[in-house]
């Protein structure tokens, strides 16, 4: 139970010669949900891409237990119009996955009823549970989810994240997860790492909803959560880039605090 | 029934059977360019097969997966856009192929016969060469089929569960460029690509699963053959061109037929 389920270690990736993510250290824990938050252009994709080996890392290092089996959702799904695809076919595709598997999956994310239907005439929140499903399918240690919420409304959203807890709560997997919404996921979520290219701070969702790295990113819409007495270690630019400021933090015009 | 017929009909049935679940294939990967490209490069093969004078069959074909590996290389450096580099290379290698055969001195060809095919004209050894080619070709399809379906879905997700992708494409590049390079002698490298686009598109509409599209594209495919050789048989009409013109009458009754509710 102590050992984690994934280790990054220092990960560097420059893409187009920029850089995408700097000195990024993450760990999961089994049974832990982990939700890497972070504005567009953050690197959180690239993130998790890395752990699930579609690229990689120019330095740093990626350890994962051995024989670790991943269930990955993906952000989206197109499928050509022309393939004609039903539910169970598409997740039938899953190597290895007997039919009553499919139906069990399916209703463990409450999507059962679909089983039949075209995959191009489920709407979007049906399809985040589809995809959830293949990515039980796999019998996960490691959930990877990549803005599982993408396309669904408020209740909706909370819906899927409550889902997502039960899941974890049902397998004791552990959970990695990309969004762009910390409000809604706090209740869900044991750990928060807020990236922006560099990881800016992370712990639990309250104390990193508290912290000034994490107010200063995400400005006006994080200050409902912000308290007004801290100190700031450094700052970003226009463009994220962290700013030295020797006396502390500098006040940008969405700052709401004294 | 004369001999040069029944060759015909076996040529053309058996490549009407694999065309269907692989032109399927390139329906939902939109590789339908990809195709017309392969085949516009395929006279370039006859060229050299010519000059080099090696089997013409075997030249096409090599010359169809050079080609295809040749694009997949290409696309991954991301200079251009697809579309442009396929059209380059599409028109640039027909145009050369055409620009080697003028100079090959004291040959002449029919090229009336690669372009538009000539199936009338296809003689035993070449039935064996195209029964043997398309016979591979399907066996693999149907080793494979399950796995080209994961990855024509999504290719990240079929990677993550631990498929070789990239392997897998080039396998299907790889079985469009021997079909090709078959499907030459029966309708051109003009109208090669039809073949594998028609039958599937009008198998699609009354589809509910990837297997009835393929299969429904074969029987589809199989019957433009028969019609298209009825109608050159009795009216004169080149065999080739007269396939194409029944698959694509078949894909207009089917687009009239309505969908089932």
Redesign the interface.
């Known amino acids: 139970m102590n050992e984690p389920l994934l280790d990054l270690e220092r990960i560097s990736l420059r893409l187009h010669g920029s850089s995408v993510l700097d000195q990024v250290s993450l760990r999961v824990m089994p049974g832990e949900i982990v939700t890497l938050i972070g504005p567009n252009g953050a690197g959180k994709t690239s993130l998790v ?1 890395i752990v ?3 690229l990689k890392s120019d330095s740093g290092k990626v350890w994962k237990q051995p024989r670790l089996r ?1 269930g ?1 959702m ?1 952000q989206k ?1 197109h ?2 119009a ?5 539910v169970d ?2 997740l039938m ?3 290895g996955v007997k039919r009553a598997a499919v139906l069990e999956a399916l209703v463990e994310v409450g999507a059962d009823h679909l089983l039949k239907r ?1 995959l191009q005439q489920v709407s979007g929140g049906e399809l985040q549970r589809i995809l959830l499903a ?1 990515a039980l399918l ?1 019998k996960p240690h490691l959930l990877v989810l990549d803005e599982p919420v993408q396309g669904v409304d408020v209740n909706g959203q909370i819906e899927l994240y409550q889902l997502i807890t039960r899941l974890r709560d049902r397998y004791g997997c552990g959970v990695l997860m990309v969004s762009h919404d910390l409000h809604l996921v706090m209740a869900t979520t044991n750990t928060v790492v807020c990236l922006n290219r560099h990881v800016c701070c992370s712990g639990h969702p309250e104390q990193v909803s508290l912290d000034p790295a994490f107010v200063a990113l995400f400005g006006e819409q994080a200050s409902a959560l912000a308290v007004y007495n801290h100190h700031h270690d450094h700052a970003h630019d226009l463009h994220g880039e962290v700013v030295d400021t020797p006396e502390g933090h500098q006040h940008g015009p969405n700052c709401n605090h004294a | 029934m004369p001999d040069f017929l029944l060759y015909a009909l076996l040529a053309g049935l058996s490549l009407a059977l694999v065309a269907g679940p692989l032109g399927s294939f390139v ?4 590789m339908a360019y990809f195709g017309d490209t392969l085949s516009h490069s395929a006279l370039l093969g006859i060229a050299l097969g010519i000059l080099l004078d090696i089997n013409l069959t075997v030249a096409v074909t090599a010359g169809c997966i050079l080609l295809a590996v040749l694009l997949v290389a290409l696309q991954h450096r991301q200079w251009l856009a697809s579309d442009t580099l396929l059209g380059i290379l599409a028109h640039s290698t027909l145009s050369l192929g055409l620009v080697v055969l003028a100079l090959t001195d004291g040959i002449r060809i029919d090229l009336m016969a690669y372009l538009f095919g000539d199936l009338l004209a296809i003689g035993v050894a070449d039935l064996y060469w195209m029964l043997g080619g398309l016979g591979i070709v399907m066996t693999l399809l149907g080793l494979l089929w ?1 796995r080209l ?2 990855v ?3 290719e ?8 070789p992708v990239t392997a897998i494409r080039l396998a299907l590049m790889l079985l469009i460029a021997i079909v090709i390079a078959v499907a030459m002698k029966i309708v051109g490298v003009l109208l090669i690509t039809s073949l594998l686009i028609i039958p ?2 009008a198998a ?1 509409r009354h ?4 297997e ?2 393929a299969i429904g594209a074969s029987l589809l495919g199989c019957l433009a053959v028969l019609g298209g050789l009825y109608m050159s048989w009795n009216l004169d009409t080149p065999a080739g061109p007269s396939i194409v013109v029944c698959a694509a009458g078949f894909f207009m009754l089917a687009m009239s037929i309505p969908r089932r509710a």
């Open positions: 891409r699930l080996g579609l991943v990955y993906p799904l499928i050509d022309t393939l004609p695809l039903t076919r598409f595709l899953s190597p075209p293949r796999r | 329906v939902w990967r939109r399950r379906l994961s024509t879905v999504h990240e997700l079929a990677r993550v569960e631990g498929l599937p598109a699609q589809a509910r699963t990837p009835q599209m």
